[in-house]
């Protein structure tokens, strides 16, 4: 199964159900952290390489504020035109409603995304209720064995954000090695502990380690770190140009994609 064969979205006069496989392994993995922290760097590199291993992956881009779709590709290499925002619309958001709004990419056939677009925010559309949060999320786990949840840094004004971080198998929680980041992350906590957010389902990752940075530092400070997500120019360059999606090539990537790997086989 992919997500341009044998459904909704190859076009037709008549629309196809999208045809459910079970695959071993899965899951939904929910990316949060610091503002700054690279999460959605981070949860797309994640959701590109299991499409890479024809895994079939759905990518949910929570942030309201800052539409993340338009970081992740340019336009002309989506299949269609769709919003998340769409959803929330309907009172009870069904598979088949998710289906009709999830975009596809005209290359990644194990990949398929759900996000705000270009232009977007928060007011465009009905707000989230923490009901239709939990529908959505339990709908993608029916449509994809493995959900990726680029999470929004405020959790306290994001229902979906906040209901992704206690529905998800698993969250990478993710900070900088500053003081900043740290902070951030200290000041957040308290506000999952009220919702009885399960610590013992997050993995801690160090992000975006640049060169002379305490990342053993980080590690004494967050507690046990799973995971060192080093510097990449290439990356922030694919970050600034909106092209995220483009494989890694360069030299100062290999640690990165090496420590995305990992990721995948720990998590999943």
């Given amino acids: 199964m992919n997500f341009m064969k044998g459904s909704l979205f190859h076009r037709s006069t008549e629309p196809e159900e999208l045809e459910i496989t079970q695959e071993s392994g899965g899951g939904v993995l929910a990316v949060w952290g610091s503002p700054g922290c690279g999460k959605t760097v981070t949860a797309v ?45 309907a009172q009870r958001i069904s598979v088949n409603l998710i289906k009709h709004n999830l975009t596809t990419h005209k290359k990644l056939s194990y990949l398929t995304m759900l996000g705000l677009r270009k232009g977007e925010n928060e007011y465009t559309y009905a707000a989230c209720t923490k009901q239709q949060a939990e529908e959505l999320i339990r709908g993608l786990r029916e449509i994809a064995p493995y959900v990726v949840i680029d999470c929004s840094s405020y959790i306290a004004n994001d229902i979906l954000s906040a209901v992704a971080l206690m529905e998800a198998d698993s969250v990478l929680r993710l900070a900088n090695c500053d003081l900043k980041s740290i902070g951030y992350l200290s000041s957040q906590l308290p506000l999952l502990r009220e919702l009885h957010w399960d610590e013992d389902k997050q993995y801690k990752a160090a992000s975006n380690i640049k060169p002379l940075q305490a990342a053993d530092r980080i590690g004494q400070v967050l507690g046990s770190v799973a995971f060192q997500l080093p510097h990449s ?7 600034l140009e909106g092209t995220l999606l483009n494989d890694l090539s360069m030299k100062d990537s290999k640690a990165f994609r090496r420590e995305i790997e990992k990721i995948c086989k720990e998590v999943f």
């Fill in 233 to 239: 120019q290439e990356l922030e360059e694919q970050y």
């Fill in 45 to 89: 590199k994640i959701a590109k390489h299991l499409a890479s291993q024809k895994k079939n992956v759905a990518l949910l881009l929570c942030d309201m504020t800052a539409p993340m779709m338009p970081c992740i590709c340019p336009p002309s290499e989506l299949e269609c035109d769709k919003s998340l925002g769409s959803i929330f619309a």
